[in-house]
C-alpha cells in the first residue's frame, strides 16, 4: 500500500482504495450485511466524523480532500477505507449505489 504524506501535514487524511477484493474478503468483512446508500450524479460537500469503509456496487466518483487540488478517483468493484476527520468534495459522475459502515466510536453523533 502507497501513502504520500507531506511534512507539513498536520495529519494522515490519506483515501484508501483496493481494487476487486476477492469475495471472500468482502464475506470475511460481512458486507452484505451492511447498510446500503446512493446518490445521482452531482458534487456534494462531506465530513466524515468517523472512519469509513464502503463498497462500491455501482457508480464512479472523484474525491478531492478539502484545500487540495489532487483527488482519490474510485468506482464499482472497490473496497474503500476513508478517514475520520476528512472533509471532501464528491463529483459523482455515475450514480453511486454503495455498502458502508463507520467505525464503532465512544460517542455518538
Known sequence: MATTSAPDSSSDLSITVESNPSDSRLSKLGIKSWPKWGCPPGKYLLKFDAEETCYLLKGKVK??????SEFVEFGAGDLVTIPQGLSCT?????AIDKHY????SSSSS
Not at 474525491?63 to 487540495?68: A, E, I, L, W
Not at 464528491?90 to 455515475?94: G, H, L, M, T
Request: charged letters at 20%; zero cysteines; a positive charge.
Open 63 to 68: 474525491v478531492y480532500p478539502k484545500g487540495s
Open 101 to 104: 459502515k463507520f467505525a464503532s
Open 90 to 94: 464528491w463529483d459523482v459522475s455515475v
